[in-house]
Structure formats: C-alpha cells, structure tokens
C-alpha cells in the first residue's frame, strides 16, 4: 500500500534521511581533508558505473538465452524457432485433441497446458536447467490475461446462450435431467413388460441418438482443444521469444528513433514508423540511377552519389507502396572494417536490403562477403531479430550479349531469344553466388540515354510481393526497441516506488 504524502510523512522522511545525509557529508569532508577525495569519489564512479554494466549484462544475456538452439545454436534464428515451435506443438495436438473429458477435468487440462508451455520453451531454452520457468512473473500473469480473454471470445462468439446461462443453471439442469433419468427407469420396465417392440424401438433410438450426441461432443471437444492450443501455443510463443509485452503497445505505430532524425530531415510531421530499405552496391554498379528511378527523377548526374562516405537517408512515395526510407550506402569495395560495421549497424534498423549488381561483371566477390557478413551478424549478434528481406538488382543489362541487340521487353521465363536468356544466365549467377532465390533477383536497365526498363513492371510488383515478410522484420524491429526502452523506464518508475515506500 503506497503511504499518503504528508507533511507528517515528509518530516518524518526528512528526520530518517538527515543522519545519512549527515555522514556522507563528514565523510566527504574528511576524505577532503586527508587529500583522498579524488580516490573516493573514483571509488564510488566505479560502483555505480559496476552496477550499471550489470543490469546491461543482464538485460542481453537474457536476450542470448533466448536463443539458445535445440541442434544448431549458431544458425538458428528466433523467426526460425517460431516455426519448429508449431511444428512441435502439432504433435501435443494429436496427442490432446481427442480427450472429450479435458475441460471437464481440471487436473488434465494443467497437463495439457504445461505440455503446451513445455513444448514451447525448449525450442527457445534448450540448455537451460528449467526452461519452462525462463519468464519474469508479470509476463506470466500476462499470458494467462490473454488466453483467458481469447478463450471467453471464443465461448461468448460460439457457444449459443453463453451469455445468459449461469453456472448454476447448468448444475441445476444436470440434477434435473439425473432425476428425469431415474424414474424413467420404471417407465422403461413397464414397457418391456408390456409393449416389448414399442421398447426396442426406443431403445435402440436412444442408441443411435447417444451416438450422434457422442459424435457431436468429441467434434466440440476437438474444436475446443484446436482453439485452447492454439491460443497458449501463440502467446507462449511470444512469452518464450521476448515478443510479449507488458503493455498494449503497437510498435509500428511509433517512430524508431532513427526514422524520426530521417524524416525529420525532409518533414515536420512524422507519421507511423516507415519501412526502411538500405541500399547496397559496389562503386559504379547503379546505386545512384536506381535511386533516381525508384524517385522518378531519373537524370544523367550519375556521379554525383557513387562519391558518398557515408549513409543518406531518402524519403520515398509511391502509389500503392507505403511511405518508406531510401538508406543510401558508400561503395562496397571501398569499404574497411569501420564503414563495414556502420553497414552492419544499419542493417540492424531496416526491413529491405537492395543490393544492386552489375549484371556484366564476372566477379561478385564484394557483394557476396557483404551479404554474408550481414547474415552472420544477425546470427550471432541479432539473434532475436528477423533478418530483413533480401533482394538483388541485376542493372546493365543491356551490356550482355549480343551487345548491340536492346528490345524490350524479354520474356525470362521462357527465353525466346539470345539476350533474354543471357539476361537469364546472368540472374542464375547472381542467384549463386548471393545465395539467393532466382525470384528474388531482378534485372533491371538504367542506361542514361534509354527509358528506364523492368522498374514500374518488375522491381516494384516484387518489393509489394514481400511486404508481408518485411513488415513481420519491421514489426520486430520496433518491438524490440521500444521494450528496450519500456525495460529502463520500468526499472526507473519500480525503483521511485521503492523510494516512497520506505520514506
């Protein structure tokens, strides 16, 4: 119970405080006086700067066990465990879903729900002691607020009457309904006694209608365990990857840090949090034309962007594409092992990579090694995170050969001609050595003096086709941001309670 600010609380408070107070200055004084202040006040630096590196500490290693694989620890992801977590949870399910009696035995349905629970965390926890216990208590009570509230809209949506029947009606109606039986009993002797076919008839009928009423119960019962698997499976899911909060917050609705300084570069009036998509590329590849053409400003300045030494944020508008920001990157083979972490680090905050090819040359080694650093810092340092979508951008090729043949457009699922299945080749390549789907590369032609091919009707069409998969990354992205913050702001609010409680 929180204590009522009083001016008798406060000068009691004051009164309990002013000993302490009191020493800490003759203390300081006193070190003042031996010439050890210096040392002293090092001294308690160094406590509080201890402190806080533990509660960082803490706050990752709680992320890192988080992510502790079943087989292989260095490779798997958190998205990825999501998936073997309901592959898992289908074998609880065929185990479960026919026991007609579950929800009306309570001490089955707790095996049910720690089967759930259980099955979950070792998917998350699977070098942990105790992995169904891997969850502060305020999550917990978390879960059980929301499966609860799933189940009761379930039963209020489906169940016809729900809302009107009280519990006492049911029992009532069982007492009734056992009675009914009872003397009907009697009635069933006299008819065996006296209109024996009569009551073979009604025999056998309430055979068959208990049949059907039987059928009809283990259907409901299935639908019943379906839904209370699927519920505590999801929120488990989420309890287990770090993805529940404690608060009803939906991150996207809030802009990262790093996209309000973006867009506040060009706007005064940030919206929801955009979809951030960084820009990769060797010197020379295309980046800056590609750029031009996703702003429909296409123009022949090529050489004003491939000098760039750092990361320039664009806004970005396009009709049926959500507002999104255009991080700009410096040349690929210019890089060293300090623009090579800012990549990483921006890699961190987007949902989309595009990294632009050139289509004519034979070495893609740069590209290659990019990528794949990328992907290892997710896997080992951003384990909790999605890795963002991924797509390469043939450019330059109209240079393939023949060289002197440019007539778009060229079918590349069935190349009906010489350059439309080099164009095709080339893709198939890139696919290769990028470690890439053929579908997730896009060949593209930016030449100054050509209309820019295969942008309105290819790279757009395929970046729409996998808004899905970067808004689950862009989701993610936030989420884990804000519950960064919401983690230090808790702590500050939990420790000023603690304050007034003891003043």
Sequence with gaps: MMIPFTRLSIAIAIILILPFLALIGLGVYWLWLKGWLLYGMSIVSAHFALAYALLLWHKHAQQRLNTESLATPSSVNDIEREQLAWQALESVRSRWQQDAQLFAKPSLLLTLSNDVLVTVARQFYAHSRFPLLEFPLPYLLKLITLVCEDLQREVLDNIPGSHAITLGDLLRAKQTLNSINTVRSFFDVGSWLFNWPGAALAKARSVLLGKGLEVVKQEVAK?????????????????????????????????TSQSR?????????????????????????????????????????????????????????????????????????????????ALQKASENVDLILLVCNAAQATRQHDAE?????????????????????????????????MREWQPPYNLESPDSIKAHTIRLACTAIAEDLKLALTDVVPVCLKADLPPYNIEEGLIPVIQARLDQAQRVRYLRCLRQQQSYSYWQQLFKQMRNAGRIFS
């Design 261 to 341: 300084a973006d867009i506040e570069t060009f706007e005064d009036n940030p919206s929801i949090e955009p979809f951030r998509i960084l820009l990769l590329g060797q010197v020379s590849s295309g980046k800056s034309s590609l750029l031009n053409a996703l702003f429909g400003e296409l123009t022949s300045a090529v050489d004003l962007l491939p000098t760039t030494t750092g990361i320039n944020p664009f806004v970005l508008r396009r009709q049926g594409l959500e507002q999104a920001i255009i991080l700009d990157s410096a040349g690929v083979d210019h890089l060293s092992d300090k623009p090579l972490a």
């Design 223 to 255: 639908r019943l365990v379906n839904a209370y698997i699927d519920k505590l499976g999801l929120y488990a899911i989420q309890l287990y990857s770090g993805q529940l909060t404690l608060e009803d917050i939906s991150p996207i609705e809030q802009l």
């Design 370 to 402: 990019l990528l794949q650093t990328i992907r290892n810092h997710y896997q080992t340092q951003q384990v909790n995170r999605a890795l963002p979508v991924i797509l390469a951008v043939a450019t330059h090729i109209d240079q393939l050969r023949p």
